[in-house]
């Protein structure tokens, strides 16, 4: 975490509740040691932190391990459902069970605006140290950065996470096979219209609440029962649209969906409606996209049914030989019709 652990003799000023960051709380000082040790190193206290190192000393591992990295710009900080913190945890370590791996540490990078509230800082860190401990996931290092008024929006955050292999890795989408069944673990849509209330002050009765949420149960669930999976993904930025035009492209084949089997929550549905857009499209955090065999399909959902946060997955669509299009849905009035992929995301700062 970039600090030391020495006694100073000189006057220490501790940034009393409700105080705001400062420049100086990311410059190597005082102030900054006092920020990283009394707020941060607290929250996420565990061994690998007691060598207050700029690196963490991580144990050998036998197998192989899993890496991935991502920033989180998510706008506002705090959201029906989640908040910038435990996004960025249950982010990490979803991308991490997506490639089958077992997360078990992840790295914590802080870039803050000047003038944030030392309360909100502190509440993130709350929602980030519940996060790990949900999941079973140590924070073993990070950094902390402050940058002028204007130059961020309050808060960014960038992790890093380390999994290990424990089973069989997914062979990926390009092993797609014409027959294959399509499942999402849950309804869609459900964090980007969450967010997006929250930021344009869009009242809606109820409002939508964001899925944001680990996949690691679901993911040990299929594999301690066996199911063959041929691919997973996390249906983020892009949602699940993004998803099946990524694995078509990748297998070659054709996605068919029918939107009458896709789960979409009444608020999202009604979010969507009034705003124009399209479930389909719209961001996750917590929602998973499955390609199993034929035979697979009963007993995936099965397992995914057991699980709290993919109690509602459901099947969706099938590989089939390249047609129309790359991906095709069945709309509500029965007609087969390609389904176009943005060229961008229509919420942005969704995570």
């Known amino acids: 975490m970039e600090t030391s652990r020495q006694n100073l003799s000189c006057p220490v000023i501790v940034p009393a509740a409700g105080d705001r960051v400062l420049l100086a709380h990311g410059e190597g000082g005082r102030l900054m040691r006092q920020l990283i040790e009394r707020q941060i190193v607290p929250a996420v206290e565990n061994e690998f932190l007691k060598l207050a190192g700029d690196a963490a000393v991580l144990p050998a591992m036998r197998g192989q391990l899993a890496m991935t990295t991502d920033s989180f710009v998510v706008s506002p900080l705090f959201f029906p459902g989640g908040d910038i913190g435990s996004l960025a945890v249950y982010g990490t370590v979803n991308d991490l069970a997506m490639a089958g791996a077992r997360p078990r540490w992840i790295s914590l990078a802080f870039i803050i605006e000047e003038g944030l509230e030392i309360d909100v800082l ?29 130059a961020a929006d309050k808060l960014f955050v960038n992790t890093t996470g380390i999994g290990e292999f424990e089973t069989v890795v997914a062979p990926g989408p390009r092993a797609l096979e014409v027959g294959d069944e399509l499942i999402v673990s849950g309804p869609i849509g459900r964090h980007g219209m969450a967010v997006m209330a929250a930021r344009e002050g869009i009242e809606l009765d109820p409002p939508p609440q964001s899925d944001s949420a680990p996949l690691v149960d679901a993911v040990k669930a299929l594999q301690s029962a066996g199911v063959r999976v041929r ?46 857009l399209d479930p389909i499209h719209v961001a996750n955090e917590g929602t998973m ?32 030989a390249p047609g129309l299009a790359q991906v095709v849905v069945t709309r509500g009035w029965g007609q087969q019709i390609p389904l176009d992929e943005p060229a961008g995301a229509p919420l942005p700062r969704i995570c």
């Open 289 to 320: 996209v499955l390609a199993v065999p034929g035979g697979e399909v009963e007993r995936a959902i099965d397992v995914l049914s057991s699980v709290s946060e993919t109690a509602q997955a459901a099947r969706i669509g099938q590989v089939v």
């Open 231 to 276: 691919a997973m993904r996390d249906a983020t930025r892009g949602g699940l649209g993004a998803v099946l035009h990524e694995w078509a492209e990748a297998s070659g084949k054709t996605l068919a969906i029918a939107e009458h089997l896709v789960p979409v929550t009444p608020e999202v549905r009604g979010a969507c409606e009034l705003l124009g």
């Open 122 to 150: 502190g509440r993130v860190l709350a929602s980030i140290a519940a996060a790990a401990k949900r999941v079973g996931v140590l924070v073993v290092t990070g950094d902390t950065k402050v940058v002028p008024r204007g």
